[in-house]
């Protein structure tokens, strides 16, 4: 399955929508993920000059409120690590880096669910998920 197919999987709007779903071993990162009522939209981005290549960018609405991460998520390059999305080494601030992979899930009505794996620099982990 090259690339290009992978992020097909997850281009689309979705919507935070289950706070009560967030994972979070620490506290004070709290602030990294959405508040209720966050959109999301992911586009494909194709690789020049390599069939079949592509990567994912995301874009983040204001509705809900911003979070600390909004700007670092928009500034991010998901690449395709087998049926995942991958971000590495986001800088959240400095001495503190972030990486996120995003799952997707796809129910018998056709429904999305992706689940936002968290894995700060500093051992510390989290996850969320937000539905299309």
């Known amino acids: 399955m090259s690339d290009e197919t992978v992020v097909d999987t997850f281009v689309g709007e979705f919507e935070h929508k289950r706070p009560e ?6 506290p004070n990162k709290l602030g990294y993920y959405p508040r209720k009522g966050v959109r999301l939209t992911i586009d494909k981005v194709l690789v020049t000059g390599k069939t079949g290549g592509a990567y994912a960018k995301i874009t983040v609405s204001n509705d809900g409120g911003t979070f600390e991460a909004k ?5 991010a390059v998901f690449q395709v690590d087998g049926q995942t999305l991958v971000a590495r080494d986001m800088e ?4 503190l880096l972030l990486t996120e992979t995003l799952t997707m899930t796809v129910g018998a009505q056709g429904q999305k669910e992706m689940k936002h794996a968290l ?3 500093d051992g510390n982990h989290g996850d969320w998920i937000c539905d299309n």
């Open 21 to 26: 779903k967030i994972n979070n071993s620490d």
């Open 119 to 121: 894995s700060f620099s």
């Open 92 to 95: 959240l601030k400095p001495g």
């Open 71 to 75: 700007l670092v998520l928009e500034r």
